[in-house]
């Protein structure tokens, strides 16, 4: 998110259930956080707070921060784009391009 000049990061948290274990994987869910403007602090992503736009670049730059961890190698996203200015939806092409044909990050 900080080469598009924003914040963001992901939080698991456990929901909020009677039944269940720590180890139950149902039990727990993923919350992107993010930050588009300067004047604001990192929040969870929401359909009432956040354009459509905003909620497509959290989405595809999760879904890249996963790309190399994952063995799959291919990925499939339909117009991701869908909602995105057009200075979002250059910077995420490049990311994407970027994901796509350089080196993987391999740490």
């Avoid at 992901?10 to 919350?31: H, Q, Y």
């Avoid at 200015?85 to 080196?103: A, L, Q, Y």
Wanted: charged fraction near 25%; hydrophobic fraction near 35%.
């Amino acid at each position: 998110m900080s080469e598009i000049d924003c914040s963001g990061g992901v939080e698991l948290k456990r929901c909020d259930t009677e039944l269940g274990s720590p180890g139950n994987f149902a039990d727990w869910g993923v919350l992107l956080k993010v930050k588009y403007r300067d004047a604001t602090q990192l929040s969870v992503l929401n359909a009432q707070v956040h354009s459509g736009g905003e909620r497509s670049v959290a989405t595809i730059m999760y879904l890249m921060a996963l790309q190399d961890q994952l063995s799959t190698p291919f990925r499939c996203v339909d117009e991701i784009n869908q909602g995105m200015d057009e200075i979002f939806e250059r910077k995420v092409f490049s990311r994407v391009v970027t994901n796509s044909c350089g080196e993987p990050d391999r740490r």
